[in-house]
């Protein structure tokens, strides 16, 4: 079996959230109806009428990214990877080096996560369920059984991987990035302290 570091992608290889980066590039290129229903779906969040899953649901439905201009896309990718943490791309190098497997794994919508060039990913796919917790759990467990590897190593800022930290082996290492972009080692889920 090929060991394999899981890799997550908002606030851990990417300073900032993948989301959000999204969101804005739709309000600046969409069509001006979709930029008027993407504000409106953002109200109804933030009044809590709607959840956050179903906004990004309906955004992602109409806004899709084969609905945006080319050069939109284009300049999304490129802002993405310009936020890519320098300390999270050495761990995952160093892993490589040893022989391990990168594998993002994030609850980030698929249709713009292929765009960012991984060899190796698990992302939320066009109407759900999304990828958080236990149900990433179980889609990161399902591509490492079908590539026979093994989760040996997780990188992440947050408490809703610990799931998949928990599932580590007990010579597994997990990893935190903080919020000032620094990575440091711990010994289990509980570090993330929420």
């Known amino acids: 079996m090929k060991p394999y570091i899981v890799v997550d992608l908002d606030g851990t290889l990417v300073r900032g959230n993948t989301f959000i980066i999204y969101f804005k590039m739709v309000l600046r290129s969409a069509p001006l109806w979709a930029r008027i229903r993407?504000?409106?779906?953002?109200?109804?969040?933030?009044?809590?009428?709607?959840?956050?899953?179903?906004?990004?649901?309906?955004?992602?439905?109409?806004?899709?990214?084969?609905?945006l201009p080319q050069k939109a896309v284009e300049r999304f990718v490129a802002d993405v990877k310009s936020r890519f943490n320098p300390e999270v791309e050495e761990l995952m190098e160093r892993y490589r080096s040893d022989?391990?497997?990168?594998?993002?794994?994030?609850?980030?919508?698929?249709?713009?996560?292929?765009?960012?060039?991984?060899?190796?990913?698990?992302?939320?796919?066009?109407?759900g369920p999304e990828y958080k917790s236990e149900e990433k759990l179980r889609r990161v467990e399902h591509w490492l059984n079908s590539h026979n590897g093994r989760m040996m190593a997780?990188?992440?800022?947050?408490?809703?991987?610990?799931?998949?930290?928990?599932?580590?082996?007990?010579?597994?290492?997990?990893?935190?990035?903080?919020s000032n972009g620094e990575v440091d080692c711990v010994a289990s889920a509980a570090a993330f302290g929420r």
Do not use: C
């Open 38 to 67: 993407t504000a409106i779906l953002a109200a109804l969040n933030l009044l809590h009428l709607i959840s956050h899953w179903r906004m990004k649901r309906a955004m992602f439905q109409m806004a899709s990214v084969d609905k």
């Open 154 to 178: 997780m990188v992440t800022d947050h408490a809703d991987d610990a799931p998949l930290i928990a599932a580590l082996p007990e010579q597994g290492k997990a990893y935190r990035v903080k």
């Open 99 to 127: 022989g391990y497997g990168v594998l993002i794994a994030t609850a980030a919508m698929e249709q713009y996560v292929r765009l960012l060039g991984f060899d190796n990913y698990v992302a939320t796919p066009d109407g």
